[in-house]
């Protein structure tokens, strides 16, 4: 099992400790590039919960991600929740306007500071 750059944790627990949504991050995964902004997993799974409850077809998936946040968590962060984030394939972000996506800590192989940007040109 490979384990999470710590300085990569670190960022992730002031996420969740701060509860700060401000942080951005691009990172590379198997298969991908993402970047976005990192949100405190709560706040992502609201979000997530919002969005299934909004639609008639998917409402009742929005009931996991609407239970119960263990208050004052001892465990490190395992995951990193994005918000407005896009895929990066060339020169191109899908989608256009951000998803959300959660990317495990372990499965990130590099990462940076930021949100690279990309055109459409």
Do not use: C, N
């Not at 208050?71 to 395992?78: C, E, F, M």
């Amino acid at each position: 099992m490979a384990h999470p750059d710590e300085l990569l944790l670190a960022i992730a627990e002031l996420v969740e400790s701060e509860q700060s949504s401000q942080m951005s991050l691009t990172v590379v995964v198997p298969g991908a590039v993402i970047t976005g902004r990192l949100a405190p997993e709560a706040m992502w799974k609201q979000r997530v919960a919002e969005v299934l409850r909004d639609s008639g077809r998917l409402r009742r998936f929005a009931l996991p991600f609407a239970g119960p946040e263990a208050a004052g968590r001892d465990t490190r962060p395992t995951h990193l929740h994005f918000h407005l984030a896009r895929i990066l394939q060339g020169s191109y972000g899908i989608p256009d306007t951000g998803g959300m996506y959660r990317v495990a800590l372990a499965d990130v192989s590099a990462w940076t500071v930021g949100d690279i940007g990309y055109s459409d040109q």
